[in-house]
């Protein structure tokens, strides 16, 4: 009988932390260090076609745009570790994960965004312009976005002449 109070400790305690870690689609999301977001263009005519990606880390944030599979631009930038931890915080208020495509449609957008944690992809979330996602999603896409400093200047580089 004196087991009980020990074990109700033990108990007491596991549930606390259990309850007080940030937890998301069965994720934890104090463990995630990659968070990636993927925009590809097919609404566009080829040449003004710019897809790209966004890889953001606890220590740099690498930014790549390509024109069907030819890379226009691939550079890294700084972040501050708060606000990678900010980014990871909004991210419990993501839509539930999976696919929201709009069958045989063609000249979308498409989206996606997910979050890893050492390499293994835990949420992702892909949905096409005909579709919508709630307002904490658009923030969070929006929010990624801004980690770019003059990202519209970099999307409008031009394609190299090809011979």
Same mark, same amino acid.
């Given at each position: 009988?004196?087991?009980?109070?020990?074990?109700?400790?033990?108990?007491?305690?596991?549930?606390?932390?259990?309850?007080?870690?940030?937890?998301?689609?069965?994720?934890?999301?104090?463990?995630?260090?990659?968070?990636?977001?993927?925009?590809?263009?097919?609404?566009?005519?080829?040449?003004?076609?710019?897809?790209?990606?966004?890889?953001?880390?606890?220590?740099?944030?690498?930014?790549?745009?390509?024109?069907?599979?030819?890379?226009?631009?691939?550079?890294?930038?700084?972040?501050?570790?708060?606000?990678?931890?900010?980014?990871?915080?909004?991210?419990?208020?993501?839509?539930?994960?999976?696919?929201?495509?709009?069958?045989?449609?063609?000249?979308?957008?498409? #989206?996606?965004? +997910? /979050?890893?944690?050492? =390499? %293994? @992809?835990?949420?992702?979330? #892909?949905?096409? +312009? /005909?579709?919508?996602? =709630? %307002? @904490?999603?658009?923030?969070?896409?929006?929010?990624?976005?801004?980690?770019?400093?003059?990202?519209?200047?970099?999307?409008?580089?031009?394609?190299?002449?090809?011979?």
């Amino acid at each position: 009988m004196k087991l009980i109070p020990v074990f109700s400790l033990i108990l007491g305690t596991c549930i606390f932390h259990a309850c007080n870690q940030k937890i998301v689609n069965n994720m934890n999301i104090d463990n995630i260090d990659l968070i990636e977001y993927r925009f590809r263009d097919s609404s566009t005519p080829p040449q003004y076609h710019r897809s790209y990606l966004i890889r953001a880390t606890e220590e740099k944030v690498e930014f790549k745009i390509d024109v069907y599979g030819t890379i226009l631009v691939d550079t890294v930038f700084g972040i501050e570790a708060s606000r990678f931890q900010q980014l990871k915080s909004k991210a419990e208020m993501l839509d539930p994960p999976g696919e929201k495509i709009t069958e045989a449609a063609t000249g979308t957008k498409s #989206y996606r965004i +997910s /979050l890893l944690e050492k =390499g %293994k @992809e835990n949420y992702q979330l #892909y949905w096409d +312009s /005909l579709q919508s996602v =709630g %307002k @904490e999603t658009d923030d969070f896409k929006e929010e990624i976005k801004s980690l770019i400093p003059e990202m519209g200047q970099l999307l409008s580089t031009p394609m190299k002449n090809r011979k």
